[in-house]
């Protein structure tokens, strides 16, 4: 991988990791037309550019990883704990769900059902607008509704928003809640893979790794800020709309 390929997947992974339009896919698609394997070193890099990624968000809400936050935290680790207890579990049997082909549909399907919650939803005064409000049964719902990123394609992002819209949640709030759980989630798993890949480092090209992981962080802050911005002023049918579209070139690809 030289410099030039790992700035632009720096940019997808920072830009695409936290939207509902998973990163998944484009990672597959930006792959394939720059001719990158989807082999070890390939996975030690992505490994690299979630952390940035992590650091971004754990930047933006760093307001919220305080003692003074621990009930948050609290709710925020039972919303883990159904993804944790599952994913052990089923660790083979999910590793065995990814091909293109479902990435594709799961990108449709994802964006059909972000169209139909948004044609039903309605914010209410008795919906949750600060994240701390949160109760431990709505963290639990959103934590059960995280377990359908275990398909590939259908963004983890996408499912915990999902999850906190139809558990109370207005928009910005489930938003919240998806972030701040993205920390835990996605520093575990990106330990995992540094463990199990961390003899990939060894020979790789550490600048093409650098400015790589500079370039996900930075894009990654940038697109949270304008997102959270744009989640308060308009709803989720665009990228209902987009997931629909990306699925269907997705489709053709294949």
């Known amino acids: ?13 920072g830009f695409t990791e936290f939207l509902p339009i998973s990163s998944t896919g484009h990672m597959i698609v930006a792959s394939q037309f ?89 914010e209410q005064p008795h919906h949750i607008r600060n994240v701390e409000e949160t109760s431990y049964a709505q963290a639990l719902w959103i934590g059960f509704a995280q377990l359908f990123s275990f398909i590939p394609g259908t963004s983890r992002s996408g499912a915990t928003i999902i999850g906190g819209m139809l558990a109370g949640l207005d928009r910005k709030a489930s938003s919240d809640f998806s972030f701040l759980l993205a920390i835990p989630v996605m520093s575990i798993v990106a330990l995992y893979d540094l463990i199990k890949h961390y003899e990939q480092f060894t020979g790789i090209n550490y600048s093409a790794f650098a400015i790589g992981f500079i370039v996900a962080f930075v894009v990654a802050y940038i697109t949270v800020k304008l997102f959270l911005h744009f989640i308060q002023k308009f709803s989720f049918v665009p990228f209902g709309i987009y997931r629909i579209i990306f699925g269907i070139i997705l489709l053709i690809i294949i």
């Open 34 to 122: 720059m001719g990158l394997p989807q082999d070890a070193a390939m996975k030690a890099y992505e490994v690299i550019i979630q952390f940035a990624a992590i650091l971004a968000v754990m930047l933006i809400y760093k307001e919220k990883i305080t003692f003074k936050q621990i009930d948050l935290w609290m709710k925020l680790i039972a919303a883990f704990l159904p993804l944790a207890v599952m994913g052990f579990i089923f660790k083979d049997q999910i590793k065995a769900l990814f091909s293109v082909e479902i990435v594709a549909w799961m990108f449709i399907i994802g964006g059909i059902i972000f169209l139909i919650i948004e044609y039903f939803y309605k």
């Open 1 to 13: 991988m030289d410099i030039f390929q790992a700035i632009i997947i720096g940019i997808i992974e």
